[in-house]
């Protein structure tokens, strides 16, 4: 008889230690989660085109009409030349201003998990954006070098809508034939 009760009295005090703590948590307010700016590690595709490279991008925040900094990557693997002129395609529907004075050309060091894409050294350049904001030219004072990760840095206000937008790098080289080649993609998307 007294285990019983005994019984009956730890199911009960369980029962209200249970509904206690479910209360106290349920009062907590929820924190909103934001994805990190970095891209995934899936891609999908719904055309899969085996000419298309997927390139490194950072973005300081990817929430619609936030205050941010991208940080459009080309990496030493994705190149095997030195660049002379580097031009980027933007979307004709993305609607955030583009303004030259907001953008610069460095050295970077790539993050990862524990540290953030930064500029290591400003590379004196020309930067123009044509009139209908559909493609950014980089003009780089002496041609890049092969070896080193360089980055287009842009300051802007992230575009309004969720969307995603693909930004692509086509690339001179120095040489005989000055002549742009496709580099790769940068496939960015605003939450």
Wanted: with cysteine.
């Amino acid at each position: 008889m007294a285990r019983s009760t005994t019984r009956r009295l730890l199911a009960g005090a369980g029962t209200a230690a249970t509904l206690l703590i479910g209360s106290t948590l349920a009062g907590i307010s929820e924190q909103t989660a934001h994805a990190q700016g970095t891209p995934g590690l899936m891609e999908f595709r719904w055309d899969t085109d085996r000419d298309y490279r997927k390139l490194y991008y950072y973005q300081t925040s990817n929430i619609e009409s936030d205050r941010s900094e991208w940080f459009l990557t080309l990496r030493e693997k994705d190149r095997k030349t030195a660049i002379l002129k580097l031009t980027v395609t933007v979307p004709d529907y993305f609607d955030a201003k583009l303004k030259p004075h907001r953008m610069r050309l460095c050295r970077t060091t790539v993050g990862g998990m524990m540290s953030r894409s930064k500029c290591l050294e400003e590379i004196p350049a020309v930067i123009q954006v044509n009139e209908d904001q559909t493609a950014i030219e980089v003009f780089p004072d002496t041609p890049l070098p092969s070896d080193g990760d360089y980055s287009l840095s842009i300051k802007l206000f992230n575009p309004q809508g969720k969307r995603m937008y693909q930004f692509n790098a086509l690339v001179q080289a120095p040489g005989d034939v000055p002549m742009s080649g496709y580099r790769g993609s940068w496939l960015i998307d605003v939450d």
